[in-house]
């Protein structure tokens, strides 16, 4: 009889196969090393592991979808402040890259299913992105709705691809609660973070200073908005492990860990300023 690899086993072996795919010696010598999102990953391993697939057919759309999304990661971090022209060409040229390998991984799959609805996700990331970084935005909804977006859009689609739609509110809220929790982290550590910045804009009269330099209560009242959006997400995670059917141990865990790590200030801070 044959043992089938346990999920950690399934998670682990993959996970080395997208590394090895990812990390070309030459790239990492001139971009930053890229970022594999392993809690994504996991997920989608889960959401395979009880679904009848071979855990060839498991590996190749989970490396598929880590693949497009390690390429739009990457090619987001193009930005004007490169270090020089050649680091710019090679984070472009890096991110083709990975984009290349997807599409040669898709093809050999032979789903043209999977290839409609993943190329969808790719577009309505892409699209929400443009919103954001082109300050096309009208409310905080909005941009929230768009970090949401674009945090999940691809393993939404994924998920719909299986028909197992279930885990779409629950996968959307997980990534938006992560990026949020992120970009908080960036603001109180660094005082820089794409999140922040438009919520000054959209939150603040005279919004041409800086994050850093903004007064204690202007900061604080950013802090009051992202938690408030934290702690919704928080109760909606809290209720929906409790309800999606085959969650394993190991994501179980994880995502506990995840939740645990959002500790509210905004209120101590406002109390203390």
């Known amino acids: 009889m044959i043992k089938l690899p346990d999920i950690r086993q399934k998670y682990t072996d993959i996970k080395e196969q997208?590394?090895?795919?990812?990390?070309?010696?030459?790239?990492?010598?001139?971009?930053?090393?890229?970022?594999?999102?392993?809690?994504?990953?996991?997920?989608?391993?889960?959401?395979?592991?009880?679904?009848?697939?071979?855990?060839?057919?498991?590996?190749?759309y989970a490396m598929t979808t880590m693949l497009i999304q390690i390429?739009?990661?990457?090619?987001?971090?193009?930005?004007?402040?490169?270090?020089?022209?050649?680091?710019?060409?090679?984070?472009?040229?890096?991110?083709?890259?990975?984009?290349?390998?997807?599409?040669?991984l898709l093809a050999e799959i032979e789903d043209i299913n999977m290839i409609k609805e993943l190329s969808k996700g790719i577009k309505e990331i892409n699209e929400h992105k443009i919103s954001i970084y082109q300050r096309e935005l009208n409310g905080i909804e909005k941009l929230m709705t768009s970090i949401k977006k674009i945090e999940s859009s691809l393993l939404v689609k994924f998920s719909e691809c299986f028909k197992v739609d279930l885990w779409n509110e629950f996968i959307a809220?997980?990534?938006?609660?992560?990026?949020?929790?992120?970009?908080?982290?960036?603001?109180?550590?660094?005082?820089?973070?794409?999140?922040?910045?438009?919520?000054?804009?959209?939150?603040?009269?005279?919004?041409?200073?800086?994050?850093k330099s903004l007064s204690g209560k202007q900061q604080s009242d950013l802090l009051v908005i992202c938690d408030r959006y934290l702690d919704s997400s928080k109760q909606f995670l809290l209720k929906g492990m409790s309800q999606l059917p085959y969650l394993n141990e190991m994501l179980e865990a994880r995502i506990t860990s995840i939740i645990n790590e959002h500790q509210p200030i905004a209120k101590t801070l406002v109390e203390e300023g």
Request: charged share 25%.
């Open 173 to 211: 809220n997980l990534f938006f609660f992560k990026r949020l929790l992120f970009e908080k982290r960036l603001f109180l550590e660094a005082g820089s973070s794409l999140v922040f910045e438009t919520l000054k804009e959209l939150t603040i009269t005279n919004n041409n200073r800086s994050l």
């Open 18 to 60: 997208v590394e090895q795919k990812v990390f070309h010696p030459y790239l990492l010598k001139y971009i930053e090393t890229p970022v594999i999102d392993e809690d994504k990953l996991l997920i989608l391993v889960s959401i395979m592991d009880r679904l009848e697939l071979s855990y060839n057919e498991m590996k190749n």
């Open 71 to 104: 390429a739009l990661d990457t090619h987001e971090h193009i930005s004007n402040d490169a270090v020089d022209e050649i680091n710019r060409q090679l984070t472009v040229l890096a991110g083709d890259y990975y984009s290349g390998m997807y599409y040669k």
